[in-house]
Nanobody, 122 residues
Framework: QVQLVESGGGLVQAGGSLRLSCAASGRTFSAYAMGWFRQAPGKEREFVAGIGQNSFGIYYADSVKGRFTISRNNARNTVYLQMNSLTPEDTAVYYC???????????????WGQGTQVTVSS
């Protein structure tokens, strides 16, 4: 079992930045590929970014490339999502997720956090 807890969400003005964190507990964090997803009201959950076990293999959705950066610290059992140049379209609940094997851009992850709200005002 892996427990995931997100933090760092909040309200920010357009053009601003936020840094999300996802702390993992349970089994060996470094054994898991990690992903960030988001879900806006009335929309499906979508892939935002993913990172492989040892930070090999980093992937981004086209909508966030150049603005968001995913990273992980295996010694701290934490994955991060640095979000810059935020727009109102980035408003959503952000979830982190873990899975064995490689990063995938679908929601086929084994473990999910409860999410953190990000609201970007215009």
């Amino acid at each position: 079992q892996v427990q995931l807890v997100e933090s760092g969400g909040g309200l920010v003005q357009a053009g601003g930045s936020l840094r999300l964190s996802c702390a993992a507990s349970g089994r060996t964090f470094s054994a898991y590929a990690m992903g960030w997803f988001r879900q806006a009201p009335g929309k499906e959950r979508e892939f935002v970014a993913g990172i492989g076990q040892n930070s090999f293999g980093i992937y981004y959705a086209d909508s966030v490339k150049g603005r968001f950066t995913i990273s992980r610290n295996n010694a701290r059992n934490t994955v991060y999502l640095q979000m810059n140049s935020l727009t109102p379209e980035d408003t959503a609940v952000y979830y982190c997720a873990a899975k064995s094997g490689m990063v995938v851009t679908t929601t086929q992850y084994n473990y999910w956090g409860q999410g953190t709200q990000v609201t970007v005002s215009s």
